[in-house]
């Protein structure tokens, strides 16, 4: 959510930032999704979110593209 409001600005993105983005908006999206699928309403409306987190073998392939480049 850092970059919302700067999106024209990510023309000045190297590519480790650019990707460094995507992957971070990657990360955003897929939150969003787990919870929702992982989780009922009902369960979401009392959720400690501190509590959770994403599966670690998503976050080590997103550390891997990061090292791509």
Known sequence: ????DVDDKTEDLNDRDELAFVIAREIECQWDLYLINTYSVKELRTLD???VSLP???LLKWLKELNSL
């Open 56 to 58: 670690q073998e998503w």
């Open 1 to 4: 959510m850092a970059f919302e």
């Open 49 to 51: 979110l501190s509590q």
